[in-house]
């Protein structure tokens, strides 16, 4: 039972009677089959896409430990490092669980680690560079709120293309609709 030390109401049915402090240790990759990996989505139901270290992309399992209650001490989210382990029974390896969540002081000490090499999944994380074999989508939506000279009330709408061919849309308000009328 919980001893009520500070004093004053609920303070002790409000106390956590059965959490342990979990032990500090840092977690390392124990066999072949647990790496290194960043996060790059969020799919939802307990599921992440994560990117590896040898540039290969694996769906991660959430688990328990990192959802639900004492999710605030595990958060996962984008261009988070994470440990992860592969599964060995599938054939063509495409899943993984999240066994650790790395945070900004863990991952310092893994760089200075000599045997492990998380500079990949730095740089990764740095730029954001997730998809590599995509192809390069580069169509770029410009809305400004321009007024021209000719008209009182209008917005226009730039679109940009790779071959740089700009289409321009002006929608003009001039009349004022009132919704009593409708």
Known sequence: MVKNTTGGTGTKSLARKHQS???????????????????????GNGRCEV?????QQYSGIIRNKFRGRQKRHNIISINSIVLIGLHDWENPVKNSDILSIY???????????PRIDITNLI????????????????????????????????????????????????????????????
């Open 51 to 55: 990117f590896t270290n040898d540039n």
């Open 123 to 182: 740089k990764k994380r740095i730029s954001g560079n997730f998809n590599t074999n995509a192809a390069d989508n580069n169509d770029d939506v410009l809305f400004t709120n321009d007024i021209d000279d000719d008209s009182e009330e209008g917005t226009n709408v730039k679109i940009n293309k790779n071959k740089k061919h700009e289409e321009e849309f002006v929608l003009d308000n001039s009349e004022e609709i009132d919704i009593d009328d409708i």
């Open 21 to 43: 402090k979990g032990n500090n240790l840092l977690r390392f990759p124990e066999c072949e089959l647990e790496l290194f990996a960043v996060v790059t989505k969020m799919l």
């Open 103 to 113: 945070n900004e002081n863990e991952i310092d000490i893994l760089l200075q680690n």
